[in-house]
């Protein structure tokens, strides 16, 4: 059996097709994690609101006098933890075992709230997620519950979808839980709430649908992809290092200078409008007070002093620059996005529209107290920096760039930096991304998912792509049409992005024609094209 794509004829000849039937994967039964018969083997994650987790009999979802539940019992202050109240719960699988996720259809659990506990001011007593801990530690994260009244008057029975198509899936080794409290919509107070009967439900029909292809032009430069799945505030971050190779250091701050210092991040491509949230970005960090070094994939949250310049799209399709900065806030942001005075510290300095978020975006600071902002069709604003920050920012700074999406719909897309500047700083920095890989003797990755950050080099014409999940499938090429004409390709350098696996394809990698043919098998079915 021969699974086809629609026919693609590109400009060069190129058609794409799959051959191999759908995957059946071997029939599971229900895994069932926790019913909380006799042990409660959970352990806080992280958070720095009080956890303490104890096994109750005098609650069971079934009223099983010989079963219990998990009582959590959360201590939220949102004064004293700022953006830290929150808390994160896992367990992982008996007996250490690692689970594909794929042979499941949904997460479920049941669960219960008591009344007594704290609302927030939306009047909900807040935003519950879960999903899985893998094996490496990072996570899936399949949904969340906002806790309405509805929960405190009795059992509550929550099933969560799990895609099939998901990346890592495969690498399950625990679930989790966690809720966050902090913002102007926080908690604080004794939380209670009880967990129950927690378990996967097995696919009754576990036909994974083979891989299917997909090709496009390449846009040569360095992609930074939100592929962590489920993640909405991923940060996919590469960083400047200040250490160079010889031993002396980077100084990438602007005070003191007596010269201009400009920071330009050049945009080769962005999502569309109907993707308004996703952003790229630009972070300078002071290097004190990190509370968790400068590989934080969140280094803006939890630093107290961050510059933030933010570039996204709206729905018209215009692109919008913004220049934030906040100084004194660690885990939290409300500074930064703050224009009114009386609501406390201003921290947005200047907004400015382009036609389009595509381009060069340069920030400059011409002195201590100025910055300007020039959008990529020559438009510029200038504001004033306060005076009384300019000392926060007064010692080696961090430099990250990157894309985070925002919503959940946006996970999975991509933008390619064509070009990144430092300039009027004693080491500048000019890369335009061109060799086969990150350099890193000036950039690491700082970012949810490494896998999301490529380098397409700019030999690269085409990037081609296929869905997951493609265990036991091999990408081949071929002049033509003809049997036995079809090669392997190395599939060593492909990159995961969201749901989907890529390849950049160079001249080398096709076939010395005009034309080029791909087809995804499962080596020993022996199939050839008709």
């Not at 099983?64 to 699988?93: C, H, K, W």
């Not at 604080?188 to 576990?206: M, R, Y």
């Not at 201009?260 to 999502?271: A, E, Q």
């Not at 492909?494 to 087809?519: C, M, N, Y």
């Amino acid at each position: 059996m021969k699974a086809w794509i629609t026919p693609r004829l590109i400009n060069v000849g190129l058609f794409l097709f799959c051959s191999g039937a759908f995957l059946a994967a071997a029939q599971t039964q229900d895994y069932v994690v926790d019913t909380f018969d006799n042990e409660a083997a959970w352990q806080p994650w992280w958070g720095s609101a009080q956890q303490d987790y104890v096994l109750d009999f005098s609650q069971d979802a079934h009223n099983s006098p010989d079963s219990g539940s998990l009582m959590a019992v959360i201590t939220f202050d949102l004064e004293t933890y700022g953006g830290d109240n929150q808390f994160a719960v896992y367990r992982d699988f008996p007996n250490g075992e690692v689970l594909n996720g794929a042979q499941y259809q949904a997460f479920a659990f049941d669960i219960r709230w008591d009344p007594e506990s704290p609302k927030r001011p939306s009047g909900d007593y807040g935003y519950l997620e879960y999903g899985f801990r893998l094996t490496d530690w990072s996570q899936i994260w399949l949904g969340g519950t906002t806790i309405t009244d509805e929960f405190t008057q009795g059992w509550k029975h929550i099933e969560a979808p799990i895609d099939p198509a998901t990346p890592k899936l495969d690498q399950i080794a625990g679930v989790v839980f966690k809720m966050w409290a902090g913002g102007d919509n926080g908690l604080t107070g004794q939380t209670l709430f009880w967990l129950d009967n927690i378990k996967l439900i097995a696919n009754p029909n576990p036909q994974i649908p083979p891989p299917t292809l997909s090709l496009t032009k390449a846009a040569p430069g360095l992609l930074l992809c939100a592929s962590a799945p489920g993640q909405q505030w991923q940060r996919q971050c590469i960083r400047a290092v200040l250490e160079k190779s010889d031993g002396a250091s980077r100084d990438f701050r602007w005070v003191g200078r007596g010269q201009p210092v400009s920071f330009t991040t050049t945009i080769r491509s962005f999502p569309g409008p109907d993707y308004s949230g996703f952003q790229a970005h630009m972070f300078l960090v002071p290097d004190v007070d990190l509370p968790y070094g400068p590989d934080d994939t969140s280094i803006d949250w939890n630093a107290p002093h961050v510059v933030f310049f933010q570039i996204t799209s709206d729905d018209q399709g215009q692109g919008i620059g913004r220049f934030m900065y906040k100084v004194n806030e660690p885990s939290g942001n409300s500074m930064l996005w703050n224009t009114n005075v009386t609501d406390g510290p201003v921290g947005t300095l200047l907004i400015l529209t382009n036609s389009t978020p595509v381009g060069a975006w340069t920030v400059t600071f011409q002195d201590d107290t100025h910055v300007q902002v020039t959008a990529p069709d020559g438009t510029q604003g200038v504001a004033a920096f306060p005076q009384e920050d300019v000392s926060y920012f007064d010692c080696p700074l961090f430099a990250y760039f990157g894309v985070q999406p925002n919503d959940l719909n946006n996970i999975g897309l991509s933008a390619v930096f064509g070009k990144i500047e430092i300039v009027g700083v004693p080491d500048p920095i000019s890369e335009d991304f061109s060799s086969s890989a990150l350099d890193e003797t000036i950039w690491k990755i700082v970012a949810a998912d490494p896998n999301g950050i490529a380098v397409i080099p700019p030999e690269t014409q085409w990037q081609i792509s296929w869905t997951l999940p493609d265990v036991g499938f091999q990408l081949e090429v071929a002049p033509n049409l003809v049997a036995g004409s079809w090669t392997p390709i190395d599939l060593a350098n492909a990159v995961v992005i969201g749901k989907q696996r890529a390849l950049f394809l160079t001249p080398s990698d096709l076939p010395e024609s005009d034309q080029a043919f791909f087809r995804m098998v499962r080596p020993g079915e022996g199939g050839e094209a008709p």
